[in-house]
T-cell receptor, first 113, second 113 residues
Framework: QKEVEQNSGPLSVPEGAIASLNCTYSDRGSQSFFWYRQYSGKSPELIMSIYSNGDKEDGRFTAQLNKASQYVSLLIRDSQPSDSATYLCAVNGPGTSGSRLTFGEGTQLTVNP | EAQVTQNPRYLITVTGKKLTVTCSQNMNHEYMSWYRQDPGLGLRQIYYSMNVEVTDKGDVPEGYKVSRKEKRNFPLILESPSPNQTSLYFC????????????FGPGTRLTVL
């Protein structure tokens, strides 16, 4: 089992729709969870971080964390073509005091005008 | 401007010729890390450093060396590069641990012939 798994994609949504990206992780001791966005040929940039169960909203982005289910998700409301990118889920852990960050393989999102 | 810089951005070399990729950050971050990104495999951690003179292996350290003699610099050394080290490399830094937001450099695309 991979340490961090994301829905395989690619995901395609029409402009204005809600894009839903999902991620599961294997280590119950993980404490910090991140979503990075990576445009083609560019470096990853942080768009959301979440540390406790529940929802966290920032503009059109909402991150959801459920530690019991070992599940973290990212919702993008009113999707725009500029949201087209690969989204990387990253989890702090496993099993150490914050020394490692493990990434999923990423989900490629395309928003069609 | 707060940033992580990497040099060179692009490098083509031959098997066995030692090379160094430099990484520098101007944010006074304690934590620095190197990743490689390959299609289908995502971002994988090579080495990380919690502070000056403190380094440790990540998920794929074979064939790489690092050093952390100064807080701002974290060079990646390939003593004898091989074609399977052809990849896109990212350096990243964060304030204290990988549980904090990581800032990524622009990436170095390395080709080993």
């Amino acid at each position: 089992q991979k340490e961090v798994e994301q829905n395989s994609g690619p995901l395609s949504v029409p402009e204005g729709a809600i894009a839903s990206l999902n991620c599961t992780y294997s280590d119950r001791g993980s404490q910090s969870f991140f979503w990075y966005r990576q445009y083609s040929g560019k470096s990853p940039e942080l768009i959301m971080s979440i540390y406790s169960n529940g929802d966290k909203e920032d503009g059109r982005f909402t991150a959801q964390l459920n530690k019991a289910s070992q599940y973290v998700s990212l919702l993008i409301r009113d999707s725009q073509p500029s949201d087209s990118a690969t989204y990387l889920c990253a989890v702090n852990g496993p099993g150490t005091s914050g020394s490692r960050l493990t990434f999923g393989e990423g989900t490629q999102l395309t928003v069609n005008p | 401007e707060a940033q992580v810089t990497q040099n060179p951005r692009y490098l083509i070399t031959v098997t066995g010729k030692k090379l160094t990729v430099t990484c520098s950050q101007n944010m006074n971050h304690e934590y620095m890390s190197w990743y490689r990104q390959d299609p289908g495999l995502g971002l994988r951690q090579i080495y990380y450093s919690m502070n000056v003179e403190v380094t440790d292996k990540g998920d794929v350290p074979e064939g790489y060396k690092v050093s952390r003699k100064e807080k701002r610099n974290f060079p990646l050394i390939l003593e004898s590069p091989s074609p399977n080290q052809t990849s896109l490399y990212f350096c990243a830094s964060s304030f204290r641990t990988s549980g904090n937001e990581q800032f990524f450099g622009p990436g170095t695309r390395l080709t080993v012939l």
